[in-house]
């Protein structure tokens, strides 16, 4: 007696579908995403009058707390601070962005209630560092009146 075999159904497996969900969902985290660019420390700027410049894209920003602590901005703008206060760190950590940004603008961003020798020495330690192009961040003026 001869069997006859079955003919094997060839199994395949519908992407189209699992694609479509997949670019659903990937969809559904880029919208629900918030980019947003937060320092992540809380300065308060001092204000000023004057025009706002436009911003460029390449500089090196120093932030500066009211408790008088350094941080500097990496690539991604997120403040990094220094591995210890003093002094000679925040020269040296300069010294090596000045190596290769030292025609860049250096930014520094320091609360309204720093003390002001803090401001001073980092205004010092970016010159000898290097830095020509030295500016300082402000916020618009508001009318309290």
Known sequence: MKFRRKTKEKLD???IS????????????VVST?????????IKLPEAAGEQTQ???KMVTLLINAEGHYFLENQDGTPEELSDQKKETLLAELRKRA???????????????????????????AGQAGFTHI???????????
């Open 34 to 42: 918030r980019f947003n660019k937060q320092t992540g420390i809380s």
């Open 99 to 125: 190596e290769t940004a030292s025609q860049e603008p250096f930014i520094i961003k320091a609360d309204d209630k720093t003390p002001h020798q803090y401001v001073i020495t980092a205004l010092d330690f």
């Open 135 to 145: 500016t300082f961040a402000t916020q618009e003026e508001h009318d309290d009146k």
């Open 13 to 15: 497996i519908t992407l």
């Open 18 to 29: 699992m694609i479509d969900v997949v670019f659903v969902l990937l969809l559904f985290f």
């Open 55 to 57: 911003e460029q894209p």
